[in-house]
């Protein structure tokens, strides 16, 4: 199983990011796909969720209205579109394939790394630093 995450970079307060999740050796179809943030000192938190299908979205408050989560199932690849960025957005991102519901994803935090999610029921990919800083 391999989760990828790319896209990150430095950008400036107010701009605007994209990220990429490649997926492989799993049926992609059959998981949610999560991105999580990991900022220093901190837990790692649920930003945004999409179903397997792709017809439901989940955000967490703090960037509901800015990002979008959008998922390419036939392609294994789920992005997330990070608009009006600001320097709390700066942390280490994760995409996550996961197996519990949408809103538990946006709702909690973890401690937890590694490739296995058991809180999550999933797959934990490699992280992409965003920085967000002026």
């Known amino acids: 199983v391999q989760l990828q995450a790319s896209g990150g970079g430095s950008v400036q307060p107010g701009g605007s990011l994209r990220l990429t999740c490649a997926a492989s050796?799993?049926?992609?179809?059959?998981?949610?796909i999560g991105w999580f943030r990991q900022a220093p000192g901190k837990e790692r938190e649920g930003v945004s969720c999409?179903?397997?299908?792709?017809?439901?979205?989940y955000y967490r408050d703090s960037v509901k209205g800015r990002f979008i989560i959008s998922r390419d199932n036939p392609k294994n690849t789920a992005s997330l579109e990070m608009n009006r960025v600001k320097a709390e957005d700066t942390a280490v991102y994760y995409c996550?394939?996961?197996?519990?519901?949408?809103?538990?994803?946006?709702?909690?935090?973890?401690?937890?790394?590694?490739?296995?999610?058991?809180?999550?029921?999933?797959?934990w990919g490699h992280g992409t630093l965003v920085t967000v800083s002026s």
């Open positions: 050796g799993f049926i992609f179809d059959d998981y949610a």
């Open positions: 996550a394939a996961v197996a519990v519901s949408c809103s538990t994803v946006v709702e909690t935090t973890t401690s937890e790394s590694g490739s296995r999610s058991e809180k999550y029921r999933g797959y």
């Open positions: 999409i179903g397997s299908s792709g017809e439901k979205t």
